[in-house]
């Protein structure tokens, strides 16, 4: 079972108030600012979500083999979790509770695969590098991102600091687009129908593992 006690909620603003307290002055403005323009955005209200059928998309796994929603689903329900990077400190706080859960979410016959724009090559590294025990594929170019409605900019100023923190996206994307995925988790049955979702333009915020095995359970 998973351990309750220390959410991670808790966890991701632990990282966030430590992130932001090592940073230079200046460069805390830079971040604020463009986090607050990031949250005046309108995006991700046109989102798949609750009650709508997910689309059948298709996307490469770390092997090259390309995946169907529908391949998952045929063996029960699929958790799907959208994630910004291998680089991105609030990803790697969601890897570790989503492993944690995971046992108790193949308890209930569900699959977790995760997504991210990242080449396959880089996502190989960021499953290995995170110990990462469930299915990856690979969106590049944000095609089913794009496709469901969770698509965020890198907000300009933030660029060069992202380069500076060695996240260069374009080389780890594949692309010079500097877009991302709005961290998103989806609970789908079996019939393809979204049964929880979890959209947030706030990246620091993520979807407890708890509200996902409740999901299923009502599944």
């Not at 986090?35 to 989102?47: I, M, S």
């Not at 609750?50 to 998309?57: D, K």
């Not at 910004?84 to 990803?91: A, L």
């Not at 569900?110 to 590294?125: C, F, M, N, Q, R």
């Amino acid at each position: 079972m998973l351990d309750k006690t220390r959410t991670l909620s808790v966890s991701l603003e632990e990282t966030l108030n430590r992130f932001v307290e090592d940073l230079a002055p200046e460069v805390q403005q830079t971040v604020g600012g463009a986090f607050e323009r990031l949250l005046a955005l309108d995006v991700g209200k046109e989102a798949l979500n609750v009650g709508e059928h997910a689309p059948n998309f298709s996307l490469p796994n770390l092997d090259g083999e390309m995946k169907r929603l529908s391949d998952y689903l045929a063996n029960g329900p699929v958790v799907i979790n959208f994630y910004r990077g291998g680089w991105c400190p609030f990803c790697n706080l969601e890897f570790k509770a989503l492993m944690d859960a995971l046992p108790e979410i193949q308890a209930h016959g569900a699959t977790l695969v995760g997504i991210s724009p990242e080449l396959p090559d880089v996502s190989k590294e960021t499953v290995k590098q995170h110990g990462i025990g469930f299915d990856v594929l690979s969106d590049v170019g944000n095609r089913v991102a794009r496709q469901l409605g969770l698509i965020m900019p890198v907000d300009e100023s933030l660029r060069p600091h992202y380069l500076n923190w060695g996240m260069d996206l374009v080389k780890l994307n594949g692309d010079d687009s500097w877009e991302l995925p709005l961290p998103a988790t989806y609970v789908i049955a079996k019939d393809g129908l979204v049964k929880a979702a979890y959209i947030n333009k706030n990246y620091t915020q993520r979807m407890e593992p708890q509200e996902i095995i409740e999901a299923l359970k009502r599944i």
